[in-house]
């Protein structure tokens, strides 16, 4: 008896159904793996002070690779940890903290988030520090004021305008020697080091102090906007330091609009 061959219709439709069940297979490995890659990558992570201005600014170091990125997370924002913008967290690559913040940081690998770290925030206050602490010196002071977006703020993409640094009352700490020559530096710092990446320096028009030189205000032409996240420095010599060795509360406005609280120390 002759062999019946496969109709060439049957034929293609069973290669098509093979193909379909390996696809299936396939794409179902591949999920699995994307799913699950395997656990959290490995990264160490390790923080670092640097003085400026009397004041401790910390930077957290990645001491491992594992081919991913790492980047913190405090509220809505993500700050990657990629110096040289490979696509990667290199060992040995930084990102400053920002102050008075807890973050969280996390690991972003096979398309997975995993946290790797926590840090609670407490390196310090970096919005006013002195050169000198001694009490009722007349000295430098430092402001570094870190611009946050704020919903009705209306300081982010506009024009800097102002600065007013107020002082606690009965502190004794006076600004009202502080004259524009006495203003040595003022600018954004915007790549997360102690340094002053646009100075905005021949922007200043006017400096006085009110409230019996407790209040120092800064005027500018506006002719420099503040981006988000830029970090707003001042440092001006001829301030004089609290009479009385102690923690005092200081603030910092810039264009009226939101007010940061600090503290200064001296003794």
Do not use: W
């Not at 988030?113 to 009490?135: H, M, S, W």
């Not at 919903?151 to 502080?178: F, H, K, P």
């Not at 021949?202 to 032409?221: H, I, Y």
């Amino acid at each position: 008896m002759a062999e019946r061959a496969i109709s060439p219709v049957l034929g293609t439709v069973l290669l098509v159904g093979l193909v379909l069940i390996l696809s299936a297979v396939g794409f179902a490995m591949f999920q699995t793996m994307a799913d699950d890659p395997g656990g959290a990558p490995t990264v160490d992570l390790r923080t670092t002070d640097l003085n400026v201005d009397g004041c401790s600014l910390t930077y957290v170091v990645a001491d491992g690779s594992h081919g991913g990125l790492v980047f913190y997370r405090a509220g809505d924002q993500r700050v990657l940890i990629d110096d040289d913008g490979n696509g990667k967290t290199d060992a040995g690559e930084t990102v400053r903290l920002p102050p008075r913040n807890a973050v969280t940081f996390l690991a972003n690998d096979s398309e997975q988030i995993y946290e790797v770290d926590q840090f609670d925030g407490g390196n310090g206050d970096c919005l006013t520090a002195a050169g000198r602490e001694k009490p009722g010196a007349r000295t430098t002071h430092g402001i570094r004021y870190d611009v946050e977006y704020y919903s009705g703020s209306g300081t982010v993409g506009n024009s800097l305008n102002e600065i007013s640094i107020s002082y606690e009352s009965g502190s004794g700490a006076d600004a009202s020697g502080v004259t524009a020559d006495d203003v040595v530096a003022v600018g954004f710092d915007r790549d997360d080091d102690p340094d002053i990446d646009v100075s905005v320096g021949g922007d200043l028009q006017s400096v006085s102090a009110s409230n019996g030189g407790r209040t120092l205000e800064l005027g500018f032409t506006g002719n420099y906007n503040v981006k988000r996240d830029d970090e707003i420095i001042v440092r001006y010599d001829a301030v004089k330091n609290p009479t009385a060795a102690g923690t005092y509360t200081t603030s910092v406005n810039v264009n009226g609009d939101v007010t940061q609280s600090g503290k200064i120390r001296v003794r």
